[in-house]
């Protein structure tokens, strides 16, 4: 990996959830902050969701997948992080 650019970095954060009997993750926007400093420091461009549904995390974990194959030559490695 010797190119600045590395790739893309997804973070999912879902502090609140739909489902009333899922509690909230307190402390998830701690960990999300933390997950976007690094992947930042390793030159990722991160893209973080809040708060998703799972629908919504399997469409774009689809998303990246997919959109990925466009970009071989320019992108090492996208990450997805829920």
Same mark, same amino acid.
């Given at each position: =990996? +010797?190119?600045?650019?590395?790739?893309?970095?997804?973070?999912?954060?879902n502090?609140?959830?739909? +489902?009333?009997? &899922?509690?909230?993750r307190?402390?998830?926007? *701690? +960990?999300?902050k933390? !997950?976007?400093? &690094?992947f930042?420091?390793?030159?990722?461009? @991160?893209? @973080? $969701?809040?708060d *998703?549904?799972? *629908? @919504?995390?399997? !469409? !774009?974990?689809?998303y990246?997948? !997919?959109?990925r194959?466009? $970009?071989?030559?320019l992108?090492?490695? @996208?990450? &997805?992080c =829920?």
């Open positions: =990996m +010797d190119r600045k650019f590395r790739g893309f970095a997804c973070i999912i954060n502090h609140k959830f739909l +489902d009333t009997r &899922l509690s909230d307190d402390g998830t926007d *701690v +960990d999300c933390q !997950l976007t400093d &690094l930042q420091q390793l030159h990722f461009k @991160v893209h @973080v $969701f809040n *998703v549904s799972a *629908v @919504v995390s399997k !469409l !774009l974990s689809l990246f997948h !997919l959109w194959g466009g $970009f071989y030559e992108i090492q490695f @996208v990450y &997805l =829920m």
